[in-house]
């Protein structure tokens, strides 16, 4: 029962461009979401969050949106950089639960 | 500032072995996770604790246990190791969950 879905396993996008990964989920009381950012042989570092009662929230190049009623939310980088190629992980959480639930992940490549 | 350490960084257990994986965090957080990753599964909760003395059961504890005598150290235990253990495992801690985990940089497990 995966309640935290990104069903795009891999992304390519042009340097410069702009990203976008998307992510579904089921459970309709989960009430804060987070993107994380993994490299190679890495832990997972915290990108970008966002609570349910927003739809937007932006961070430099790092924008992540939500859409409550599509039980979606996506995280847009604008412009690509070679150095976001990693693979990116949303993740979700009920309130006053203090454990995440992430996402199967998705491989972004900047191409040069 | 070291962060979240893990130790060991790599193992090769047979199977039936056990062994103990070792979190140290070194920011006071009260909250610590134990995730595996596997390809195309994402991470997935082990076991995880609020607080030092704590415990509780995430999406896949089977097979595993979970010590946290003291604060800023979380051992994951696999009493007779199988092939199916075969993983990536994180260790994480957070203060909340709204500043997001920081995580280790894994320990890479192979069960033969």
């Known amino acids: 029962d995966q309640q935290v879905k990104q069903n795009s396993p891999s992304l390519s996008v042009q340097e410069g461009r702009i990203s976008i990964l998307n992510c579904d989920y089921t459970?309709?009381?989960?009430?804060?979401f987070l993107w994380y950012k993994k490299y190679p042989a890495e832990g997972p570092t915290f990108l970008i969050s966002?609570?349910?009662?927003?739809d937007k929230n932006e961070d430099g190049r790092f924008t992540v949106f939500l859409n409550k009623s599509a039980k979606h939310l996506s995280l847009h980088i604008v412009p690509s950089q070679p150095g976001d190629s990693a693979v990116y992980f949303c993740?979700?959480?009920?309130?006053?639960?203090?454990?995440?639930?992430f996402g199967q992940g998705t491989r972004l490549t900047i191409n040069p | 500032n070291a962060g979240v350490t893990q130790t060991p960084k790599f193992r090769v257990l047979k199977t039936g072995q056990s062994m103990t994986l070792l979190c140290a965090q070194d920011?006071?957080?009260?909250?610590m996770y134990w995730y595996r990753q596997d390809p195309g599964m994402g991470l997935r909760l082990i076991h995880y604790?609020?607080?030092?003395?704590?415990?509780a059961k995430g999406e896949v504890p089977d097979g595993y246990n979970v010590s946290r005598l003291k604060k800023q150290n979380f051992l994951l235990g696999l009493e007779s190791a199988a092939p199916s253990q075969t993983s990536v495992y994180f260790c994480?801690?957070?203060?909340?969950?709204?500043?997001?985990?920081?995580f280790g940089s894994g320990t890479r497990l192979t069960v033969v």
């Open positions: 994480a801690s957070s203060y909340w969950r709204g500043s997001g985990y920081t």
């Open positions: 459970n309709s009381m989960f009430d804060y």
């Open positions: 966002i609570s349910s009662i927003k």
């Open positions: 993740a979700a959480s009920v309130e006053g639960a203090q454990k995440l639930v």
């Open positions: 920011m006071n957080h009260e909250y």
């Open positions: 604790s609020v607080g030092e003395g704590t415990t």
